[in-house]
Each structure stands twice: as C-alpha cells, then as structure tokens.
C-alpha cells in the first residue's frame, strides 16, 4: 500500500539557517511527489512538483527537493529560513495505481510544523 | 480568477442539526475532493466527484453526502452533524488528467459542533 512518512512533526531552526523537513513514501509504481505549505487559517498552496522529470524540483519562496528513488526520499530544503516561512508543511504523494480508489489520486503525510526563531 | 471558493468559512452547529458546505471552481476542472484536517492527522478523503453527476466514498465518508449538479460545484452535507465532525474542511479540485496535478485547495470551512 502507499504511504507517506513525514519524519519530523515539528522542526524549529533560527533565521537564516537552512531548512531540511524530510518525508519518505512508498508507492507501486512511478509516482508524482507534491510539497504544500499552510500557514495559518489558509488553505494547502503548492510549493514544488516532482512529476518524473528532472529530480531536483526547484520551487517558490527559495524551496527546493530532490526525488531519490533508491533512498524513496523526497526531502524539502530551503539554504536560509525567513520569518515568513513558519508554517506547516505537507509531503503528498500521487499514485495513478491509487487514482479512482477510495484514497483518490492524493496520499497525504501528517505534516511537519516549522517555526523560525529571529 | 477566484479559483476555489468555500462557504461558509466558519459554522457552529449544535449536534443533531444539519448543514451543506458549498465548493466552487472557475477552472473548468473534472475532479473535486472534501477532505477533513484534524491536529496530527494531515488530510482525510471524505468523497470525491470525478465529474458533474458523480460522487464517490472517500477514506472516511459516515456521516456526510455530496453532490455534484453542476461541473463548477460539489456540495458536503452533514444531515445529523455529531461532535466528532469538528474538523476543519477543505475542498480541492484538479483537471481530469489529474494523477500528475497538483490539486488546488479553498481555504476552508471550520465547523464546530456543540
């Protein structure tokens, strides 16, 4: 079955230090890899897509995340937090073997909150 | 462009009242999905809709029905709302070719229910 595990719950770094929330899945076949963020009282907006192209996926607000297939590891990576970034982070993943079932097309990991001291 | 509305954005209920949340889209998008978002638990498929007409069962859809008269709209309902429904709900939708899609999500619903 697929899966995804978002290693950290909670992450904490200070400001202008790099970000690393990680995030394994597991998944049948080649799948598509989201990274959404949330800040507070707001709806999931998309970060950054892995959709079997190139395998480091540049995304907005300086975020980016590498697709490693043999590790089945799709880490988030930022070189320098900012306040702003202080939300909560969501690593989903989209199977077409899942597409239709009761799952839908979107498995989501539980999220990891990032907090950004000054 | 609006992309995805929800109304209400906030509810409180008492238990056993009912109550329909309203999804739309202005994207022309074949698919919508209700999700659930409690503390710790990410997000929960409730029902989805692959297009006008249809409607299909979720990871967890007790309690709730959906409909999709129209392509822009997909409709949650809560006949006999309990306490366990306190949730935040969020609507999303994709094209139809929508495995490699990334979804687009409304900013949500927060429903108590006292």
């Known amino acids: 079955a697929q899966s995804v595990t978002q290693l950290d719950s909670h992450v904490s770094v200070s400001e202008g230090t790099p970000v690393l929330l990680r995030c394994n899945y597991s998944?049948?076949?080649?799948?598509?890899l989201f990274w959404y963020v949330q800040h507070p009282n707001k709806g999931l907006q998309l970060l950054l897509k892995?959709?079997?192209?190139?395998?480091l996926v540049k995304g907005i607000n300086g975020f980016e995340a590498e697709f490693k297939k043999s590790e089945t590891s799709f880490h988030l990576t930022k070189p320098s937090a900012h306040m702003s970034d202080a939300a909560e982070y969501f690593c989903?993943?989209?199977?077409?073997?899942?597409?239709?079932?009761?799952?839908?097309?979107?498995?989501f990991g539980k999220g990891t909150k990032l907090s950004v001291k000054p | 462009n609006a992309g995805v509305t929800q109304t209400p954005k906030f509810r409180v209920l008492k238990t056993g009242q009912s109550m329909t949340l309203l999804c739309a889209q202005d994207?022309?998008?074949?698919?919508m999905y209700w999700y659930r978002q409690d503390p710790g638990m990410g997000l929960r498929l409730i029902h989805y809709?692959?297009?006008?007409?249809?409607?299909a069962k979720g990871e967890v859809p007790d309690g709730y029905n959906v409909s999709r008269l129209k392509k822009q709209n997909f409709l949650l309902g809560l006949e006999s709302a309990a306490p366990s429904q306190t949730s935040v709900y969020f609507c999303?939708?994709?094209?139809?070719?929508?495995?490699?899609?990334?979804?687009?999500f409304g900013d949500g619903t927060r429903l108590s229910i006292l």
């Open positions: 999303a939708s994709t094209p139809f070719s929508g495995w490699r899609q990334p979804q687009h």
């Open positions: 998944s049948s076949y080649s799948p598509s």
């Open positions: 892995y959709t079997s192209a190139a395998t």
């Open positions: 989903v993943v989209s199977d077409p073997m899942n597409y239709g079932g009761s799952q839908g097309n979107l498995i």
């Open positions: 994207m022309n998008h074949e698919y």
């Open positions: 809709s692959v297009g006008e007409g249809t409607t």
